[in-house]
Structures are given as C-alpha cells and as structure tokens.
C-alpha cells in the first residue's frame, strides 16, 4: 500500500481483507458530504422556525402599534365667510364641502372652499329673530326665536352628480312652529328631542323659569295622525340663573346649567314634569353643557375654564341623579363651546381665549390640544365622520382642521385598568366589543380575558398534573416493561385527539353530565384515596403465597376496578351529601349561602376536559425523564437498602426534575394556548370571578370569535391583535422561565 493511501485511511487498521484505500476515501467522503447536508438542513429549519417567530411577533406589533399613536390634527387654510361672525351654531356636510350656518337672521349655506354663499332656501322667522339654538347635526333640531316661538328644522345636506363631479346640495327641512311661551317672551335657551312619536322642546322664559312642551303624535289609519300637546312651567329652586340647557334624545331628561355652577336633572318620565336633583357641579358659572352620544353622560364647562363628565346614575341613596365621573384638562378662559362626535364619546371643549381640547369621555382622557389663533369664537361642530373640525370666529372666517383620530377609546388605563363605563355603578374590568345600537359604548378591558386565560390554565393544570406526573412515576419505575409498552403509546395517541372534538363533547355531553353530581366529584378524590388504603392495608394481610401470585408491575388491574368503585361511591355518597345537608338542591345551597351560581358550562368542567388534553403530553416528557436517569442511581439506592418507592422518590424524581419541570411548562403552555375547548366548554362570558363554578373567556377563545367580525383596520381588530400578542408575549416568558429553571435544575443534579 502507498503511503498516500495509508495517509488516507489515517489510524484505519488495514488488514489483507479490507477494501481498497479508494473505497475507503469514497465511503469517508459520502459520510462528510451526508453529515454537512444535514447540518446545514438542521441550521437552516432552525433559522426558519426563528424567522417565523420574529415575523409573527412582527405582524401582530405591527397591528398593534397604531393604538397607541397620538391624534394628528393639521390646520387647514381659512376661508373669509361674512356669515361666521354672526355664527350661533354650525353644521357642515360629510365631505366638508358646504357649511350650514345659523345667525340670527336664519340660516346661510356657505362654501368651505370659499366661503361664499351656497343658494338655498330660507327659513321664514315671521319677523322675528333667532336668540338661542338647540343641538343640531343630523337630527331634527329647533331655532328660538324672540317672539316665544320655536321652528324644527333638519339641516341636511343632499349629494348630486354633475358630469361626474360631486355636488353637495343644501336639503333644509323646516317644520311648523311650536308655541312655547305664550306670553310671547324671548327664549334665551333652549333644548329639543325628536321622538318617534313627537317631540320635547324646552326653554328658558326667565331667570329661573322654564318651560316644557311635550308634543305627541297618535297614529292615525288615514293621514299624518292627530297632533297633541302638553305645556308645563318649571320654577326651580336653583340659587343662580339660568346658563345653559341640555335635552337627551330619548326625551327622559333635561340638564340645566346655571351661573352658581349647579346643574338640575328635570325628570320627563313621569305625567308632569318634576325636578330630581340639583347638585354643585362647579365652583364657577356654568358656560356650557352638552351630551354625549348615548346621552348619559354629560359634560360641564365654567367659567373658570374646567372641564368635567357626569353620569345620570343611582347616586346610592335610593335615588337617581347626577354623578360625576371625570375631570379633563381644562382651559385658561371661559369654556364657551362644546361639540360631540357622532360616533363615539370624543367631544371638543372651546374657551373665550382661542384654545380648543379634544377629550374622550369614556377614558376621561385629553388627547390634544389646538390653538385657533383667534379669540371669541362664535361657534364649534366636529364633521359628520368625526374627521374634521369647523369653527367660526368673530372676525368673519371659518377655521377647520382636519382630524385623525381612529382609535380615540384606546389607552393603556382603558385596556388594562378599571374604567367607568356609562350605566355601571362603579368602575370595572369589562370586555364587550358590541352592542345592538349605534351609540354603544366599546369596553375593550383586556384583563377580564387575561383573567379568565389563567384561571381556565390553573384548573386544568390542577386537575392534569397530579394525574400526569404520578402515572408517568409509576409507568417508569414500577409498571411491568410488557403492560407499559402498550400504556405509554396509548396514551401519547390520546395527544393527537382533535381539540374541536374534546370541546364538542365537553360542552355538550359532559357538561349536562357533571352537573347533577357535583358533590359527588367533590368527594371522588378522598374516597378513592380510602378506598385504595383500604385495599393496600387487605392486601398486605393476605397469605404471602398468595401475594405471590401477583406479577409485579401488574397492580394496575387491581387498582381499576377499585378506582371505578370508589368512583361511584363518591357519586351516591355526594347524592346523599346533598339530599342531607345541602337542602336537596347544591345548586340552590350555594346561592343561598356562599352567593355563587352555577354555570353549567363552567371551570370545572374545561379543567377535566383542558385537562384531559394535557396530561398526555405532561405524562409523555415527564416519563421519558424519570425513565432516562442513570441506572446505576436506581441500582446503588436499592443496593444500600432503600425500597423500590424511596429510591423514586429521592433518587429518580430530584435527577429528573428538570424534565418533569419542563413537562409542567410545557402543558401549561399547551392550556394557555388552547382555543377550541376554552370556546365551546364555557359560557364565554369575560367576567373576574374565581369560582369554579363560573365560566370565563379566554384570549385565544376571544379572538377566535371576536377576528371574523372585526372590521379590518377598526380598533376591535387592533385591539384583538394586541390580544394576540399578550398572549404570544405570556407563552414565551413562560417558556424562558422554564428553560432557566430547567437549566439551573439540571446543574444542580449533574453531580448525581
């Protein structure tokens, strides 16, 4: 042989039958070829698998991250208007194209563009002039006039084609006027609802008086119906004057501001109109008042520039009235002008100095601020789409900005703390994304879902791991190597059961199932603990011929039908708990005594059923782990005396626990994530309660049902990626955690 080919087959002894030195260089040469394919495979799956997490935490921050922009608000250039320094009120279209404005001679449509006059017809004010004007926007609204009269008008805008161009056109409704003050007086103030069946106009006639017309409607087979009105006078026990009036739409309620900064709820609900409460709002005149969508929040501007949300709420007492829920950031000057959105519960304050403040009043936040450049404006409105802002001034020029705010209800108070939700006593922790009417106010609190994740994890895991670990103790140390070559696959099967299938049966087999046994479920762990005590301590009294006869590793089969037995003892033995000392009904014992309900699709039953679908892979690593410690351990414990069972207990479990650790991570991990069975085994409702009796919603439960309906874009689809990444965030905390424990475990023990 060559010494080059020697050289080739290195420490290789060569003996007169091997190969020759080329085979053994084409064979070594495959082998490196073979082990770099495969090292590179290996290292490119695991930089995919890291490529695809970054992504994926990427695209859900990416969702995200809008939530929490700030509100761009740019000025747009001025337009000379002559009518804008006459302005009581303003409305503009959805496109911000023509401008409704209310001076005290009527109504002039004027050009945002330009500011000149858009033709439309007028209103006839019969000599008269316009002193007070109610809320307007797309709803039918009133003008006060001097003479004691009122005229509904709707200021609507109509959209034309003309040669492919958009052309907004004035569409002005103007009703017969109502009387309401007799004596002819001028209305200094005003308030209006338009109901389905008529309207309520309010207004001030005096300092102090009010007056109140009801007009109804009854419904006739031919024709528009007969009309009907009820006329009432208020005289309130107010100590300042009159300052500002406010109606909700439902026609329940009108708000009264007055200049000792004191606001009066009059109560419409009954046959006459009676005042409810008066409470001290402010320590300052009160300038201005207006409603929110919805109209049960109210909000209150002074003279000295503050700016606070009321509720109309049970005060506590027995009684209803105002409650106060919120102080903004306030002005230098008066607050003079208040404008609402029309689709959420953002509002626009205006004081005498020019300054304007974007608040929103579920979160009772300030989210921007705004100088008009001039002071003494004559009037405010946000655009239809919330999009865009409009404001007269006293010079004669119409200001506007153009707003972007998509997700004003968005904040990390509103996401993670306790806000005060309009109709709640107090405030809570609540998630509902919808409601059945267009002023429904969003909850989006996410640690209702947090909540419910954690808790539906815990009773999973309390029911999984004692089950898991201990049977993955007996399988490795003391199970027959025959029965435990068909129980292990058995069970690693049950992992690959389709979690849509276990929901299915949980909610509708097995909920129904456990409820009428309860107690009985309750007691199955003692009793079958007796039970097996029992048939340990007859066991142990048997003839030691006998005992013989048991194949060790085989005790299985005689502790299943001793498990069954005890099963149903805990059963019967629970209906006999309940019959005797639960009153015959647990469920109405424990309303009765402990205030819980019973849900039948509750905790209880997504733990045995979530848990179900963890112990198998809690058992599969766990039992590899306790299976996998040295042998010699086991052999040198049973070697200095020690019994089969001390030596697993402190020998085989402390040199596996790393493993068994990170079995328990793992099937915690695998419960957090879960979807399907959280999703058709509770109620699903996001409440904070820690009973087990109760039902829950989870994060992946609720993006699972909440992502199909959410808007793309919206701040529902926002929020549920953000949803989507707590609980990426929450998975892979747990798993750092574990693989340092893990780690720290495993060098502990190395020197075992």
């Given at each position: ?300 501007g002074d003279e000295k520039g503050g700016v ?50 974007f608040h929103y009043g579920t979160t009772g ?388």
């Amino acid at each position: 042989m060559s010494d080059h080919a020697a050289g080739a087959l290195g420490d290789v002894e060569v003996s007169p039958t091997s190969p020759p030195a080329t085979v053994w260089s084409s064979r070594f040469a495959r082998r490196r070829a073979v082990d770099h394919v495969a090292r590179l495979v290996v290292s490119t799956g695991g930089i995919v698998v890291v490529v695809a997490i970054l992504a994926i935490l990427l695209v859900t921050g990416s969702e995200a991250y809008p939530l929490f922009l700030p509100p761009r608000i740019a000025s747009l250039p001025a337009v000379p208007a002559p009518a804008a320094s006459r302005a009581m009120a303003v409305v503009a279209d959805d496109y911000r194209e023509v401008a409704a404005v209310v001076t005290g001679s009527g109504i002039e449509y004027v050009s945002l563009a330009t500011g000149g006059r858009v033709a439309a017809p007028g209103v006839d004010l019969g000599g008269a002039t316009v002193t007070a004007v109610s809320r307007l926007g797309r709803e039918e609204g009133v003008l006060a006039l001097s003479d004691g009269r009122a005229i509904p008008v709707t200021l609507g805008f109509d959209v034309e084609r003309e040669s492919g161009t958009r052309v907004v056109v004035p569409a002005l409704r103007v009703s017969a006027p109502v009387v309401i003050d007799a004596a002819g007086r001028a209305l200094t103030r005003i308030a209006y609802a338009a109901l389905e069946d008529g309207s309520v106009t309010a207004a001030t006639v005096g300092p102090r008086e009010l007056a109140i017309v009801r007009a109804t409607i009854t419904p006739a087979l031919i024709g528009s119906g007969e009309r009907s009105e009820h006329r009432a006078a208020i005289t309130l026990a107010t100590r300042g004057s009159i300052t500002s009036l406010a109606a909700d739409r439902r026609g329940d309620s009108v708000l009264v501001g007055t200049d000792a900064g004191e606001v009066a709820w009059v109560n419409l609900r009954g046959s006459e109109p009676a005042v409810g409460a008066i409470v001290q709002a402010s320590p300052a005149s009160i300038t201005s008042l207006g409603l929110l969508i919805g109209d049960w929040t109210f909000v209150v501007g002074d003279e000295k520039g503050g700016v606070a949300s009321w509720q109309l709420l049970d005060t506590g007492d027995g009684r209803f009235g105002p409650v106060r829920i919120h102080e903004f950031e306030g002005h230098a000057a008066p607050v003079r002008l208040f404008t609402a959105s029309l689709r959420n519960k953002g509002f626009w304050t205006g004081a005498t100095d020019g300054s304007l403040r974007f608040h929103y009043g579920t979160t009772g936040a300030t989210l921007a601020a705004v100088d008009a450049g001039e002071p003494d404006l004559r009037a405010l409105e946000l655009a239809p789409k919330s999009n865009g802002l409009l404001a007269c001034s006293a010079s004669g020029r119409l200001l506007s900005w153009e707003i972007h705010a998509p997700h004003p209800e968005v904040s990390w108070g509103a996401l993670f703390g306790k806000v005060w939700y309009e109709g709640y006593p107090g405030p809570a922790h609540v998630w509902q994304s919808t409601g059945g009417t267009d002023d429904f106010e969003a909850k989006l609190g996410l640690t209702p879902l947090i909540y419910g994740t954690l808790k539906g994890t815990f009773y999973a895991l309390v029911f999984a791991i004692p089950i898991a670990l201990l049977s993955a103790l007996y399988a490795s140390q003391f199970m027959h190597p025959t029965l435990k070559a068909v129980v292990k696959p058995t069970v690693e099967v049950m992992a690959a059961l389709p979690t849509v299938v276990l929901g299915f049966i949980a909610g509708l087999w097995l909920a129904p199932t456990v409820e009428p046994i309860v107690p009985g479920i309750f007691l199955m762990p003692p009793t079958v603990a007796m039970l097996i005590l029992l048939a340990l301590a007859a066991y142990r009294a048997l003839p030691i011929g006998f005992r013989l006869r048991i194949r060790a590793g085989t005790e299985i089969f005689v502790l299943i039908p001793i498990v069954v037995l005890g099963g149903w003892l805990a059963i019967e033995l629970g209906r006999g708990v309940e019959t005797w000392l639960l009153g015959g009904d647990y469920r109405t014992w424990l309303a009765s005594t402990l205030g819980l309900t019973y849900d039948q699709r509750n905790s209880l039953v997504v733990g045995l059923a979530m848990g179900f679908a963890v112990i198998p892979i809690i058992f599969t690593i766990a039992e590899d782990s306790l299976a996998n410690v040295p042998p010699h351990l086991t052999a040198g414990s049973l070697a200095l005396g020690a019994t089969r069972w001390q030596t697993a207990v402190r020998v085989i479990l402390p040199s596996a626990s790393p493993g068994i650790f990170s079995a328990v991570m793992i099937g915690f991990g695998r419960a957090v994530g879960e979807t399907m069975i959280v999703l058709m085994a509770t109620g699903n409702t996001p409440v904070m309660d820690p009973s087990i009796f109760n039902g829950f919603r989870a994060l992946s439960a609720n993006i699972a049902v909440e992502l199909p309906e959410a808007p793309e874009g919206g701040t529902l689809f926002r929020v549920l990626f953000l949803a989507a990444l707590i609980l990426f965030v929450m998975t892979f905390a747990v798993n750092t955690v574990a693989e340092l424990v893990r780690l720290r475990l495993r060098e502990r023990y190395r020197s075992l």
